[in-house]
């Protein structure tokens, strides 16, 4: 298995772009999570879903954030407009039962 | 709800030396455990997980951590270190029979010196 996909990679934007960040869980894997880290918040849980279905959005930090999961292997978090605070690597990680794959990560630089 | 504290922010060793990274946590019920580690610029990949049974667990690269309930820890060890351990390291607790949800450490950054 090729694990969790995330892309792009690295991106770099101006403050009130849209951006859209994407991931691709395991295959087979009910749920998909969205963090994001920072060397002051360290890493936080964003919104969590189960079976397509967001169970969890509390750690979305405000309206400028939403995240879709339109079926089982894929996923968006998007952030319109970008702050330059919203600077970050962003994680997806997906499970089946309690262990959680982290993919590689999307580098968000908002200038 | 959970709660991770990870004692450390940084630590460093030298090569081939033991080192403990500590780790306690709370919660009102049972929990599962986790370790992850984090290379540079690359996601986190877990190194153990306490679910049930013996509270002694191994994982990988030589990597052991032993649950302690009465002391609410889950600290890591390593007997021996190679430069190629330096990464961050990250504890997670989540509570069974509830949400999925993982809470993180701040993380520990191991620098194995030569």
């Known amino acids: 298995d090729a694990g969790v996909i995330q892309s792009p990679r690295h991106e770099v934007t101006e403050m009130g772009q849209e951006v859209t960040l994407r991931c691709k869980p395991i295959?087979?894997?009910?749920?998909l999570f969205w963090y994001r880290q920072t060397m002051m918040r360290g890493l936080e849980l964003l919104i969590y879903?189960?079976?397509?279905?967001?169970?969890?959005d509390s750690g979305m930090p405000e309206d400028r954030f939403s995240a879709k999961m339109p079926n089982a292997s894929f996923s968006t978090l998007k952030i319109q407009p970008s702050e330059p605070r919203d600077s970050a690597v962003y994680f997806c990680?997906?499970?089946?039962?309690?262990?959680?794959?982290f993919g590689p990560g999307t580098r968000l630089t908002v200038l | 709800a959970q709660s991770v504290t990870q004692l450390d922010s940084q630590v460093p060793v030298f090569e081939e030396a033991p080192v403990e990274l500590r780790c306690n946590y709370s919660?009102?019920?049972?929990?599962?455990l986790f370790w992850y580690v984090q290379y540079p610029n690359q996601g986190l990949q877990l190194l153990l997980k306490?679910?049930?049974?013996?509270?002694l667990v191994k994982g990988i690269n030589g990597f052991e951590a032993e649950f302690n309930k009465s002391q609410t820890s889950f600290h890591l060890r390593k007997p021996s270190v190679h430069i190629s351990d330096t990464a961050e390291y990250f504890c997670?607790?989540?509570?069974?029979?509830?949400?999925?949800?993982?809470?993180f450490g701040k993380g520990t950054k191991l620098t194995v010196n030569p």
């Open positions: 295959s087979g894997h009910n749920s």
């Open positions: 997670a607790v989540s509570g069974q029979g509830g949400s999925e949800k993982l809470v």
């Open positions: 919660s009102s019920v049972s929990v599962y």
């Open positions: 879903f189960n079976n397509n279905v967001p169970i969890d």
């Open positions: 990680a997906s499970s089946l039962l309690v262990e959680q794959f």
């Open positions: 306490y679910l049930s049974g013996s509270t």
